[in-house]
């Protein structure tokens, strides 16, 4: 009998079946511990946050087998694995040696805060000792620039085969494609 639908909200899964958090973060859907689960549903989940990866017919069959029968499936991560953040493996640029965490602040909409809420939790990190950096995809205007009172251009390295942030003045690696820009 199918209980699970993927019409339904993540969050009424995980509610009634809490297990199903664990068959979320197989398929690499952190969203069941993210506030926007309450209305997302499974399929809205699944085709945004999974990158359209997610074999939706094999995630509706493991979340129907634990709503019929309380049983989860093989090959789950274990059970004290987060479905938030450090559940997931990071891929890209995260894969770099030093890098243990990477912090995205991101909207779909503009002037709601984005880069000082970027800025503010930098600088809070910092303070507290931890080694951070910010890169910035805004090609529309200079706010973490501005913010951080840095002008100059990303330096070469001496190999020629990266850039090298520039520095703000608390000593914050700061690489926005704002910089990268022309004049």
Known sequence: ?????PEMTIASVVDRWPDAARIFARYGLS???CAISKSETILAGATGHGGGRVNMDELMRDLNTLADTGKLPDNLPAANATAGPGGMKMRG??????IKHVIAVMSGKGGVGKSLVAGLLAVGLKRRGFTVGILDGDITGPSIPRMFGVREKPAVAADGKF???SKSRGGIPIMSMNLLLPD
């Open 1 to 5: 009998m199918t209980l699970i639908s």
């Open 31 to 33: 969203c069941a511990s």
């Open 93 to 98: 640029m995260a894969e770099q040696k030093g």
């Open 163 to 165: 850039l090298v942030p």
